[in-house]
């Protein structure tokens, strides 16, 4: 196969602080064959700004008012023609030879559906917080023990011939619809994981996963329930205790206190 094309999508609000390193961290990838997607909810700090600097280089951006992260997505995802598909949202970073390694292993076999690779993260300044992590799982473990931290959202990119349906994440989802993704590919087809730093994760207090953890949890739980019938009840007890955490505050890290 000669130069397979990679669709990048950026969904972004308000997030100029490091917008311009995440576009950055795309267009200066080594290898040639991307064409990258920015969807911005309009954005009020500036981000439309940054965006049209680099504008001639996009293969389609936007700056409008939308009805969130996943909607973002998958007005990215109807745009994108690549035979893999990744999303980084704009405050994670790509390494410079990330699209490299994962198209040297798409082309040798295209039959899974999701490449990823290790996930440093950093904080709000880029600061190194944690050498990457990653590594093979099955769609068992990651049904049961979510995706962290074997699988990190940044450094996955997508088979498109394994996504026929419509949309690229469910919007019913406000914050699980990566794990979704994840475990509707995984839960009939084959990952393969790449021992190798392909992304970077910002941790930081501004984002959803820092400012909505319950939330995040509840709807992590609601995915865990739908598929895996046999730990049903390990997670109605889950959701019980998370209940009883909440009422009485005892809860850490968005978790029942488990």
């Known amino acids: 196969m000669s130069s397979p094309l990679v669709s990048i999508i950026t969904p972004s609000f308000n997030q100029a602080k490091w917008l311009e390193h ?7 990838q080594t290898y040639p064959h991307i064409e990258y997607i920015i969807i911005d909810g309009g954005s009020t700090d500036g981000s439309k700004e940054i965006i049209e600097k680099y504008a001639p280089r996009l293969k389609y951006w936007q700056s409008a008012p939308d009805k969130g992260q996943a909607d973002a997505l998958n007005i990215g995802f109807k745009k994108a023609s690549g035979h893999l598909i990744a999303y980084l949202n704009a405050d994670d970073l790509l390494e410079p030879n990330a699209v490299e390694g994962i198209i040297n292993a798409y ?9 990823y690779g290790k996930c440093k993260t950093i904080d709000a300044d880029g600061n190194l917080l944690e050498e990457g992590k990653g590594n093979q ?13 074997n699988i990190y959202q940044p450094a996955c ?24 993704l994840i475990l509707a590919l995984a839960s009939t087809k084959i990952l393969l994981f790449l021992n190798r730093d392909v992304a970077s994760y910002r941790v930081h207090e501004e984002s ?9 949890y509840k709807e992590k739980l609601t995915l ?20 009883l955490a909440e009422k009485t505050g005892k809860i850490s890290n968005g978790k029942a206190a488990l």
């Open 107 to 115: 082309e040798v076999n295209q039959e899974f559906a999701i490449y």
């Open 224 to 243: 865990q329930e739908k598929y895996s019938k046999k730990d049903y009840l390990l997670f109605k007890w889950q959701r019980v205790k998370l209940a």
């Open 22 to 28: 995440a576009i950055l961290s795309v267009l200066n």
């Open 157 to 180: 990119f997508f088979n498109k011939a394994y996504l026929p349906r419509e949309f690229f994440v469910d919007t019913k989802f406000k914050f699980a619809f990566d794990f979704e």
């Open 137 to 149: 799982v099955k769609f068992s473990e990651i049904v049961k023990k979510g995706m962290l931290p």
């Open 208 to 216: 959803k996963s820092s400012r909505f953890k319950i939330e995040a």
